[in-house]
């Protein structure tokens, strides 16, 4: 390609970056996000999954669906409460709503701030409950059913 052809392609504007620094950024990545099939897997297999889920939002937010076994700690109550919910030798998975909200992002800040170590749950409880993953609310067990553009319908897993 020229560079004429560079500039006017909108993805290759600003070309990639070199393989080494590609490497270091989404290993970096994986280091602080885990997606909601991987916890979910994590979850399922039985045993102690080596982290704790933790629910950053308000309460109404739990009431109307929530991930079975998670830890209800709004965000704003994280300085005063963490340390009597949650031991710092495990690590700590937040989510929030969904994409669109910022919740875990802040909630995982505010307890890596106290000393977790901690992860954000990529999709929250939108696409908890979008894969078709069982979750609770103040009225029991529910669940829907998967969403195709965002879980496989024949299949466990994507297969990524």
Sequence with gaps: MTTTQ???????????????????????CLAFHADVS???????????????????RSTESWDQG?????????????PEQAERLLDKSVPVVTYCWGPGCNGATRAALALAE??????????????????????ETWEGGQQR???????PIAADDCGC
């Design 6 to 28: 560079l500039a006017s392609n909108p993805v290759l504007r600003v070309p990639p970056a070199p393989p080494t620094a590609a490497a270091a950024y989404f290993g970096a």
């Design 38 to 56: 991987d916890v979910a897997a994590a979850l399922s297999a039985g045993g102690d999954p080596g982290f704790v889920v933790l629910d950053s």
């Design 66 to 78: 929530h991930i079975p076994g998670a830890v209800h700690l709004p965000t704003a109550l994280i």
């Design 114 to 135: 106290l000393g977790y170590q901690v992860k954000e749950m990529l999709g929250g409880f939108e696409y908890w409950a979008r894969e078709g993953l069982e979750f």
């Design 145 to 151: 059913a998967a969403d195709p553009l965002t879980a």
